[in-house]
């Protein structure tokens, strides 16, 4: 009968030994400055080629623009995929920054989608990089003309919105290193 | 290992120790390193050893022309960057048993790196493959504002193997993109344990 003035065990009350996930490192507010970087390069990109139109008269008005190569059509609209995707995440990042309970989940959807929007701006610029090389230099074996020494002013524009794309996805690359880097100090040794 | 200590009804009291199960560690990434290898060394080997030579006749003249990887830069761009992800396959699917067999502590900083390297080589063959795709499209198809000649209808054969190989080396690509979403993964998992 002693028993029966035990307490009842702990088993139910027992505190639970919580795993307290060590803090790690955080790094988002370099995350919130790349992410805008990102947005501004390709902000830069689109208007950059957008613009680029030339036309030059020989004697016909011969233009050029960037709508009339597929690979360019495709770097327009893969860098505003990438223009919208970056405006979205660098509110989640300062949403985060705010609330910071938040942080752990969003580190894995950052690094998830992250990768995705590397693929598609990387294959982008490889893409419009390609086909301006080949107006660039020309080629010989398949009879294609270099067009850069008639219409200077496209070409710039072309080059420029490349070059800036190729900043663009460097970015991305250390984003992913970033949250990769802060998914991994999070792990309880 | 955690202690914990029960109180039957009858107050026996009893030690019960309580091991804990180790996570299952997923070792799915050996095979997509080897599939990714495979894959980029196959396209590889394809574009770089294919050619093809016609004879054109053109204003009572004719000459032999040929089409090799050689002769376009985003070909040799391709041919090139397939070659490195093969190679860095390769040596990283070497290093990541190495690191496994050694230990936990050592073999997290290598995932890591690993990790970084293979994002950097999924965004290259990225890039590659959009070079081959819009190169061989304009040869498919010719662009009449820029007079580009279309070319594949006198090099079909040529065509048809650069699609196969454009085709493995972009499976192969999304191979090393589920290598890096594997390796989050795992981190992640292992972070909220």
């Not at chain 2, 032999?64 to 990887?69: H, P, Y």
């Not at chain 2, 079909?156 to 979403?181: K, P, Q, W």
Request: charged share 15%; hydrophobic share 50%.
């Amino acid at each position: 009968m002693a028993s029966a003035d035990k307490p009842v065990d702990t088993e139910y009350s027992r505190p639970t030994s919580s795993a307290q996930a060590p803090a790690g490192v955080d790094l988002f507010k370099f995350d919130v400055i790349l992410r805008f970087l990102l947005f501004a390069a390709s902000l830069v990109s689109v208007v950059v080629i957008v613009t680029g139109n030339e036309t030059k008269y020989l004697p016909r008005p011969r233009p050029a623009k960037f709508r009339y190569s597929p690979a360019f059509v495709y770097f327009v609209a893969a860098l505003s995929v990438v223009g919208l995707y970056s405006i979205i995440t660098t509110l989640a990042s300062l949403f985060a920054i705010k609330n910071p309970a938040l942080k752990a989940k969003l580190l894995l959807y950052f690094i998830l989608w992250d990768a995705l929007i590397l693929g598609i701006i990387a294959s982008a610029t490889g893409t419009a990089g390609g086909v301006a090389y080949v107006g660039l230099k020309g080629n010989k074996h398949v009879d294609w003309e270099k067009i850069c020494n008639v219409y200077d002013k496209f070409c710039r524009h072309v080059g420029a919105s490349v070059a800036v794309a190729l900043f663009g996805s460097i970015v991305t690359v250390l984003l992913i290193w970033i949250s990769a880097y802060s998914l991994h100090s999070r792990v309880p040794k | 290992m955690t202690t914990h200590t029960k109180t039957n009804l009858d107050g026996v009291h009893s030690d019960v120790k309580v091991v804990e199960k180790p996570t299952k560690e997923r070792s799915h990434d050996l095979f997509l390193r080897f599939l990714g290898l495979s894959l980029t060394l196959v396209a590889t080997i394809l574009v770089g050893v294919d050619n093809q030579t016609k004879v054109i006749s053109y204003a009572e003249m004719k000459f032999r022309a040929t089409a090799k990887w050689e002769y376009m830069s985003a070909m040799v761009f391709f041919v090139v960057s397939n070659a490195i992800a093969c190679s860095y396959a390769a040596a990283s699917l070497v290093i990541t048993v190495m690191a496994r067999s050694s230990g936990t502590r050592k073999s997290d900083f290598t995932d890591l790196v690993i990790t970084a390297l293979d994002l950097v080589l999924m965004a290259l063959l990225f890039s590659a493959n959009g070079a081959a795709c819009a190169v061989g499209l304009i040869a498919q198809k010719g662009n009449k504002h820029l007079q580009w000649m279309k070319v594949c209808d006198v090099f079909d054969t040529y065509c048809r193997h650069m699609t196969a190989a454009l085709v493995l080396s972009i499976i192969g690509s999304s191979v090393f993109l589920l290598l890096v979403l594997h390796s989050v993964l795992k981190l992640h998992y292992r972070s909220r344990s």
